[in-house]
């Protein structure tokens, strides 16, 4: 029922900027936290960056400073600033809706995920 559409990805060098940007279908922001998560090809689904509806914000170690997480409730819209991006920084980037107020970083406490977006950073 709950669609969750990413774009912006695509290839940069290292040090650039790109801005991802998620569009939800109906209802689904609300006070449902909202994520962002990234796969690097060979690995397991990190967390990156999520954001609840009063503007609590929690990022992974690897983002923290360089990555900003922002929401509009009503636009049912999520962005992600990524700057100065590494090549570690390579990967599929989904957003996903999470549970209610709290923060979380678990994958298992999404329910929504969209079908992610590529982001590649070379050297």
């Known amino acids: 029922q709950v669609q969750l559409v990413e774009s912006g990805g695509g290839l940069v060098q290292a040090g650039d900027s790109l801005r991802l940007s998620c569009a939800a279908s109906?209802?689904?922001?609300?006070?449902?936290?909202m994520g962002w998560f990234r796969q690097a090809p060979g690995k397991e689904r990190d967390f990156v960056a999520a954001?609840?509806?009063?503007?609590?914000?929690g990022y992974a170690d690897s983002v923290k400073g360089r990555f900003t997480i922002s929401r509009d409730n009503a636009k049912n819209t999520l962005t992600l600033q990524m700057n100065s991006l590494k090549p570690e920084d390579t990967a599929v980037y989904y957003c996903?809706?999470?549970?209610?107020?709290?923060?979380?970083?678990?994958?298992?406490?999404?329910?929504?995920w969209g079908q992610g977006t590529q982001v590649t950073v070379s050297s």
């Open positions: 996903a809706r999470g549970p209610k107020y709290t923060l979380s970083n678990s994958p298992d406490e999404y329910d929504y």
């Open positions: 109906g209802r689904t922001f609300s006070t449902y936290v």
């Open positions: 954001a609840n509806w009063i503007g609590n914000t």
